[in-house]
């Protein structure tokens, strides 16, 4: 027997039973899907602010009422736009998050 050996054969770990990993196309995926939620949740909400409340938008932003302006249009941009915006920073935060956090685990493995 060589003493440099070990006794026991080591096999190489099944990848199905590691955890996975943040990696940049699945930090991507996040990101982009965070945003496109938020952006969807946020033009909801502005549409159905701008049906509801049609006076809303034009007293935040100090429009005549002889404007052409159509409030369900705007909130729906509006709220597109802001959602899509804060689902950006939100998925990078939960991007940014689990990654830090796999890099501290993987210390102590």
Known sequence: MNPFTSPQAKSAP???AMPATMTVRRGFVITILSALGFGLAGG???FVLGTVTPSYY???FDIPPESSLNPVHVGLGLGFTQG???GMFVGLAIVLIV???ESRVSRFR
């Open 44 to 46: 909801l909400i502005g």
């Open 14 to 16: 099944d990848p199905s």
């Open 58 to 60: 034009r007293a935040v």
């Open 99 to 101: 990654a830090w956090h």
């Open 84 to 86: 899509l915006i804060l």
